[in-house]
Nanobody, 118 residues
Framework: QVHLVESGGGLVQAGGSLRLSCAAS????????IGWYRQAPGKQRELVAEITSGGSTNYADSVKGRFTISRDNAENTVYLQMNSLKPEDTAVYYC????????????WGQGTQVTVSS
């Protein structure tokens, strides 16, 4: 099992910044990818950014150039730096860890609320 705890959400004005953290514990060996997802009210959960164990990154078009995902392997933590925030970035942000072995296993955190006021 992998346990994920998100933090860093809050209320910020448009144009501001926040940094989200996702701390992983438990059976973290062989985690392939950790990603940040978000879900706004009435909308489906969507990928925001993800980072592989090798350091490769992938971003949703809507956040490219504004958000940066990074990882601190020593701290078992993945960060999402969010700059130039927009009201449409308002959502609950979730962290997901994926392990690929004999089968694919996905682990989710509890989420953290990000609210961007106009």
């Amino acid at each position: 099992q992998v346990h994920l705890v998100e933090s860093g959400g809050g209320l910020v004005q448009a144009g501001g910044s926040l940094r989200l953290s996702c701390a992983a514990s438990g059976s973290i060996f062989s985690i392939n990818t950790i990603g940040w997802y978000r879900q706004a009210p009435g909308k489906q959960r969507e990928l925001v950014a993800e980072i592989t164990s090798g350091g490769s990154t992938n971003y949703a078009d809507s956040v490219k150039g504004r958000f940066t995902i990074s990882r601190d392997n020593a701290e078992n933590t993945v960060y999402l730096q969010m700059n130039s925030l927009k009201p449409e970035d308002t959502a609950v942000y979730y962290c997901k860890a994926q392990k690929i072995g004999l089968r694919v296993s996905n682990y989710w955190g509890q989420g953290t609320q990000v609210t961007v006021s106009s």
